[in-house]
C-alpha cells in the first residue's frame, strides 16, 4: 500500500528520485500514465495488470469507455529504476502534468500520484467541501 507525500525536483535530464518507501512496493519496473486532475498514476506491473483486465471487459459500443481507455493507455510508459533510486519521467507526460521543477509524489493506496508542485498545492487550496465529500463516501459503504 502507498502512503505518504514526499517533495522532490526533477533534475535536468527529466528524472526523479523516487522515495525509497514507494521503490520497496514498486520493484524495478512500474508503469506511469496520464492520470485525473492533471497529475500523473504510477503503478506497479501486477496493479496495472488488474486495471488493464477491467479496462478490456468495458463495452467497445460505448463512446465513454473508448475515449476512456485511449486516454489512459495512450499516455502509458513502463519505467525502470535506476541504481541511485531515479526514473526517467516521459517528456509527454510532464507536458501533460504541467511539471517544470518541484513535485509532489503522493501515496493513494493502490498507485502513486505525481504533481507539480503548483498544482499540488491548488488543488489543497481549493474550496472542497470535504464534510459534504464524507457524507458521500458513507453513500458508498465508507
Request: charged residues 30%.
Amino acid at each position: 500500500m502507498f502512503i505518504g507525500e514526499y517533495q522532490h525536483a526533477i533534475d535536468t535530464k527529466n528524472r526523479i528520485i523516487v522515495p525509497s518507501k514507494f521503490r520497496e512496493e514498486l520493484g524495478d519496473k512500474f508503469i506511469i500514465t496520464k492520470g485525473l486532475d492533471g497529475c500523473l498514476y504510477v503503478y506497479t506491473l501486477s496493479e496495472w495488470t488488474i486495471l488493464e483486465e477491467k479496462l478490456k471487459k468495458l463495452p467497445l459500443t460505448s463512446r465513454d469507455a473508448r475515449a476512456f481507455v485511449r486516454f489512459f493507455f495512450s499516455g502509458a510508459n513502463e519505467v525502470c529504476i535506476d541504481k541511485q533510486g531515479r526514473a526517467l519521467l516521459p517528456q509527454n507526460l510532464l507536458e501533460y502534468a504541467n511539471i517544470e521543477k518541484d513535485i509532489v509524489s503522493i501515496g493513494v493506496s493502490t498507485r502513486i500520484e505525481i504533481w507539480s508542485k503548483e498544482k499540488w498545492e491548488e488543488y489543497n487550496e481549493s474550496d472542497m467541501d470535504m464534510a459534504g465529500i464524507a457524507e458521500k463516501m458513507s453513500e458508498l459503504g465508507i
